[in-house]
């Protein structure tokens, strides 16, 4: 079991750019949640998945950020015309369909806009 | 909304002695489940307890907590720090319905540094 596998492992990024984030969730898991990290606001939710669909994405910036999950394999986060207050680790995290509602994490993107 | 709060930002501690970091919460759910996760350092968050049943102590690791819903608490002890518990924790909160896995609602943090 590789778990969560999270690519790019780090990436910068110019401002007004584009970046893009991926995750590969742990197979056979059915939720996919997506956080962000930083020092000064810690961990915070963005949005989630379950069996590729999408559950509540409460925490997403809502003007340049997106997320989607094309298939159980993969999902991405997107964000458009990045600034550097997007400066941060995102974090990938899946869980299966159990009860356990263990969540496990992947290594993060970390993400520097210049 | 929910919201979890965790009081100690950082905690200092001679290895050999108790720890204990509080966390609180507030939810309207009435069966929360509650988490501590752990970071060392440039690594990703890892699950270290979790629990939903009222008044229950639940151990993993030399640590333990107990889930207080009347006090809607889930403060995390040990009792002899290790050089190895430097690091920071997190209280997270989840609301789940029928049982799946629903997002996670984390205090602050508590960075815990254990010397010799």
């Known amino acids: 079991n590789a778990g969560v596998i999270q690519t790019p492992r780090h990436k910068v990024t110019g401002k007004g750019q584009e970046a893009t984030l991926w995750c590969e969730p742990i197979?056979?898991?059915?939720?996919v949640f997506w956080y962000r990290q930083t020092i000064v606001q810690g961990l915070e939710f963005l949005t989630y998945?379950?069996?590729?669909?999408?559950?509540?994405d409460s925490g997403m910036p809502k003007e340049r950020f997106s997320a989607q999950m094309p298939n159980q394999s993969h999902s991405t986060l997107k964000i458009q015309s990045t600034q550097p207050q997007d400066s941060a680790v995102y974090l990938c995290?899946?869980?299966?369909?159990?009860?356990?509602?263990?969540?496990?994490f992947g290594p993060g993107t970390r993400l520097t806009v210049l | 909304g929910d919201s979890v709060t965790q009081t100690e930002g950082l905690v200092t501690l001679t290895e050999g002695l108790p720890v204990m970091l509080n966390c609180t919460y507030q939810t309207i759910y009435s069966n929360p489940f509650l988490f501590w996760y752990v970071q060392h350092l440039n690594e990703s968050p890892r699950l270290l307890l979790k629990?939903?049943?009222?008044?229950k102590r639940t151990e993993h690791q030399g640590f333990h907590a107990t889930l207080h819903k009347s006090s809607s608490s889930f403060h995390l002890q040990k009792s002899s720090a290790q050089l190895s518990d430097s690091a920071l924790y997190y209280c997270a909160l989840s609301t789940l319905s029928g049982g799946l896995s629903g997002k996670l609602t984390f205090g602050e943090g508590t960075q815990v540094t254990v010397i010799s």
């Open positions: 629990s939903f049943t009222d008044n």
């Open positions: 998945f379950r069996n590729q669909a999408p559950i509540d």
């Open positions: 995290a899946s869980s299966d369909w159990g009860g356990s509602a263990e969540q496990f």
């Open positions: 197979s056979g898991h059915s939720a």
